[in-house]
């Protein structure tokens, strides 16, 4: 059997881009590059070893997740949310997710993802003593598993796209307070509500829950 190398080296390149991204994104998501830091080409692309053409390619990503945003000149630096904006994402993520769960509580064999959504938060409790990046992981995984159980791929594509905008809130207040949106309990009540099948009170769990995380963020106790 014959191997096309370019083939091989097309592979190399998107695996390259692939952690430039995964690295990049745990840096500007754990706050190692706070918000407004420059990102500089030549310094990057030095500190990941990779060419300037791979970097390009991974930072063009991240502008499209909402995590870096250009200025003058094209500059490119870490997105900075002010208040407004952390507010207007926990808006849509209630509007989304209300309507997960929603349908979740609506549909009569809801037992099979009542459970895949329990095991869910059984593993941010399983993470809760980890570092931050394990934490924001696992946070995030319950609330897309619960978009992804609903079967509505336009649902899970909306919340898609504001994933990036969604890890850039999460360190809005810093790290304690993050903690304090990531608790299990708080999920738990959203699973139990699910569970309970009554599509109103599963909305307004997760209505409640994005507006004390908000809340929680730009207002503190």
Do not use: Y
């Amino acid at each position: 059997m014959s191997v096309d190398a370019t083939s091989l080296l097309r592979l190399e390149k998107t695996s390259l881009r692939q952690q430039a991204l995964s690295a990049l994104r745990r840096a500007i998501t754990t706050g190692q590059l706070p918000p407004g830091t420059h990102l500089v080409e030549t310094e990057l692309s030095d500190a990941l070893q990779i060419s300037r053409g791979t970097l390009r390619e991974a930072m063009r990503q991240l502008q499209q997740e909402g995590l870096i945003s250009t200025g003058a000149r094209g500059r490119l630096s870490v997105r900075h949310l002010d208040e407004k904006e952390i507010r207007d994402i926990f808006h849509v993520r209630a509007a989304l997710e209300s309507l997960a769960a929603r349908e979740l509580a609506s549909h009569p064999e809801r037992a099979e993802a009542v459970g895949v959504l329990r095991r869910a938060v059984d593993d941010m409790d399983k993470w809760a003593a980890s570092n931050l990046e394990d934490r924001i992981e696992a946070d995030l995984r319950f609330h897309r598993t619960m978009c992804q159980l609903t079967g509505n791929e336009t649902l899970l594509h909306q919340w898609s796209s504001l994933e990036g905008s969604i890890r850039m809130s999460i360190m809005f207040a810093g790290v304690e307070r993050a903690n304090k949106n990531m608790n299990a309990k708080r999920h738990h009540d959203i699973v139990d509500a699910i569970e309970a099948g009554d599509a109103s009170s599963a909305a307004h769990a997760v209505a409640d829950h994005m507006a004390g995380a908000a809340n929680n963020l730009v207002a503190g106790d």
